[in-house]
């Protein structure tokens, strides 16, 4: 039993990953424009189709990413232009519009591609896996989606806290309106943010499309997830999000295992309830200033 | 004009006028008459069973959306859990009425337990779900159990002076972890078929019930929203913190609403299920829910009657449409949800009353009265009285 629950707690890694896969671009655009994206589940959806189209035309995952971040990041554009820009300042009313974005999102794709599943093979090197303890194999693609987790964390400290966009990021977040008398051009910012924030969510469709058989319906459990990944974490610090993360998966895997999956999210949800009772601004965003 | 009321204002009593619209408006009373009327009558004048059975079915959904816009109209909670009550309530009644059905109608293998508790193995009715045999212990628990709910969710939350986007995030979790709960319970709850084939009420004498317990609803919802109780809440929905500033004790306030509109939703849920006689799964679900508040936005939040409009016209707009416009219809509808926040941000009545008070405010009559007023004021002035400047004699 015992040994059974550390496999369990490995296998658990992957489901980190996966969370902090899909939770990322929603991360930075909550955290910097305030907006909750409830279209997030629906980007990771047309990211997945990214793949699906890349993977028919012959190309594999590696080749999926760059495809599905411009895809996707094109996207957030245009919504970002035709619609949010409007409405920062409102975000419940935000939250509904962009509901209505996913409405739309999944049912042109679904127009699209038609309702049938797609399949994404993941790539040849991948394939198979190694074992860990006992028995239980570990399939070599979620090493690999921790490695790209690893990755996207490490891209997106690169941009947040190494480039001047990330300067203007982290200004705006302190303090939007002294961060415009400075000469931070505030809307651009937004504006770059949600797209970066898209174009992530469109390479986590990429990457969970090989995991996942591909529907319109398929984004929006990763999307509550997400949300539920922030709320625990802390909203706009980026370790908040490798918390949270790592608490849910954890939890999740190691609670599901011993009771059922229901048991384990009601549990997993009881936990984050409780705890922002405690810590209403999550675990990280508690002790920021604001 | 202003140099008279100032004076006034010094010299007389101070008499605080609060200029009240109406509790009821003649408008609204018969305009409200006449839709119960409109409704009520349909027995009588229409016979097609499916309109009846819609009408029904619309007004629990008007209740369901008026129970959103206490709380999120006037309030400004956003909850995207709201069906969690609705469902809550539906599902006590409609295990009630099956636990009944199946008494006088045994399955096909002669059980006289539900189908679904039969087809997952159980050959007795399990003992906590006994009580549930009587139906108005079931309706208590419809009522109370949602309100219990509520109440729970609101010292947890609103205490810690969490709302907004997280309220909304963590309703929306939860109604989707109810979601899978029931399907995952489905000895218990029905699963992913929900509950069917029992004997619900259709029929005149039920439609007056749920109309007459809609018009109370819809009362309470005005009476609520017009007192001074009303006024703090629309004050929180404006400014959280100034509330708080002001001494009112913001939390307990959003309690108290949270769970005066939890108890509608079940009740809403409960008439639901007795007069639909289906429920499943997606009655508690957050598409449900998120939908729910798109009525209302439609309609109109922060007005009583907006509610009622908005699940009138887009629920009937569904029925009448989307079998024609089938995907298109899905489009339209993530359509509304951009339009009504970008565009018609008050909604269809509360545009309406936007444009009647503008244009009241500039109507033929007002600018006569204002006109008299001025004529009276300047008679005033030209009294003896009225020699020493006014304001400066009050000094």
């Not at chain 2, 609403?257 to 429920?279: I, K």
């Not at chain 2, 908005?310 to 707009?317: D, E, M, S, T, Y």
Request: hydrophobic fraction near 55%; aromatic fraction near 14%.
């Amino acid at each position: 039993m015992t040994q059974s629950i550390i496999t369990q707690f490995l296998s658990g890694f992957s489901v980190v990953a996966i969370l902090i896969i899909a939770a990322l671009g929603l991360a930075i655009i909550f955290g910097v424009a305030g907006v909750i994206n409830m279209a997030h589940g629906e980007f990771i959806m047309v990211g997945a189709y990214t793949a699906a189209v890349v993977g028919k035309l012959g190309g594999n995952t590696l080749v999926a990413i760059p495809v599905a971040f411009v895809t996707v990041g094109l996207l957030g554009l245009l919504i970002e232009r035709g619609i949010v820009q409007w409405i920062y300042d409102r975000p419940l009313e935000t939250l509904l519009a962009t509901w209505g974005v996913g409405i739309i999102l999944q049912t042109v794709t679904k127009l699209i591609f038609g309702p049938e599943l797609y399949y994404v093979g993941s790539p040849k090197f991948l394939a198979g896996g190694f074992r860990v303890i006992g028995r239980l194999p570990f399939p070599w693609y979620r090493l690999f989606l921790v490695i790209v987790a690893i990755l996207l964390l490490a891209l997106v400290f690169h941009v947040i806290f190494k480039t001047n966009l990330g300067l203007e990021v982290r200004a705006v977040r302190r303090n939007r309106a002294i961060a415009g008398c400075l000469g931070i051009d505030t809307a651009r910012v937004d504006m770059a943010v949600f797209v970066f924030g898209s174009g992530l969510a469109g390479i986590a469709g990429a990457v969970l499309a090989p995991i996942k058989s591909v529907s319109t319906a398929m984004g929006f459990p990763y999307a509550v997830d997400s949300f539920m990944v922030l709320v625990l974490g802390g909203v706009g610090n980026l370790w908040g999000v490798a918390a949270g993360a790592g608490l849910i998966g954890e939890a999740e895997t190691v609670l599901s295992f011993i009771f059922n999956n229901v048991i384990g999210r009601l549990l997993v949800f009881l936990f984050i309830v409780v705890t922002i009772r405690l810590v209403p601004k999550g675990i990280f965003g508690y002790y920021e200033r604001r | 004009m202003s140099g008279i009321a100032l004076a006034d204002a010094i010299t007389k009593k101070p008499v605080r006028r609060v200029r009240r619209t109406p509790m009821l408006p003649r408008w609204a009373l018969i305009g409200g008459a006449g839709v119960v009327a409109l409704i009520g009558s349909y027995p009588y004048y229409g016979s097609n069973g499916y309109m009846l059975s819609l009408l029904g079915k619309f007004l629990c959904y008007a209740v369901f959306a008026l129970s959103i816009d206490l709380i999120w109209g006037f309030t400004g909670i956003l909850s995207l859990g709201q069906a969690v009550y609705f469902g809550v309530g539906a599902y006590f009644v409609a295990v009630s009425l099956k636990l009944n059905y199946t008494l006088t109608h045994p399955t096909r293998y002669g059980g006289k337990i539900p189908d679904f508790m039969e087809w997952n193995g159980l050959t007795a009715v399990p003992s906590f779900m006994a009580p549930l045999m009587s139906l108005p212990f079931a309706i208590v628990c419809a009522l109370v159990v949602p309100t219990l709910l509520a109440l729970l969710f609101g010292v947890i939350t609103f205490k810690r002076h969490i709302y907004g986007v997280y309220c909304a995030v963590i309703t929306l979790a939860e109604s989707l972890i109810l979601q899978d709960f029931i399907i995952e319970y489905q000895a218990y709850t029905g699963g992913f078929n929900g509950i069917t084939d029992y004997s619900n009420y259709v029929g005149a004498a039920f439609l007056w019930f749920i109309l007459g317990v809609t018009a109370v609803f819809f009362l309470t919802g005005r009476v609520l929203t017009h007192s001074r109780l009303g006024t703090v809440l629309k004050s929180i929905g404006d400014n959280d913190v100034r509330a708080e500033f002001m001494g009112y004790n913001v939390a307990n306030y959003r309690i108290f609403v949270f769970c005066v509109s939890a108890f509608m939703a079940g009740a809403a849920g409960a008439m639901y299920a007795a007069w639909v006689g289906l429920v499943s799964f997606l009655d508690t679900g957050p598409v449900y829910s998120v939908e729910a508040v798109i009525w209302t936005a439609v309609g109109g939040r922060g007005t009583i009657i907006g509610p009622f409009v908005g699940a009138f016209l887009v629920k009937g707009a569904e029925f009448f449409l989307s079998g024609t416009l089938a995907e298109w219809w899905q489009i339209l509808v993530g359509g509304l949800f951009i339009f009504v926040v970008l565009v018609l941000r008050d909604g269809i009545v509360g545009t309406i009353a936007n444009w009647v008070r503008r244009r009241s405010a500039g109507s033929f009559r007002q600018i006569a009265q204002e006109a008299d007023r001025k004529a009276h004021d300047r008679q005033r002035d030209w009294q003896a009285e009225g020699a020493t400047r006014h304001g400066e004699e009050a000094r």
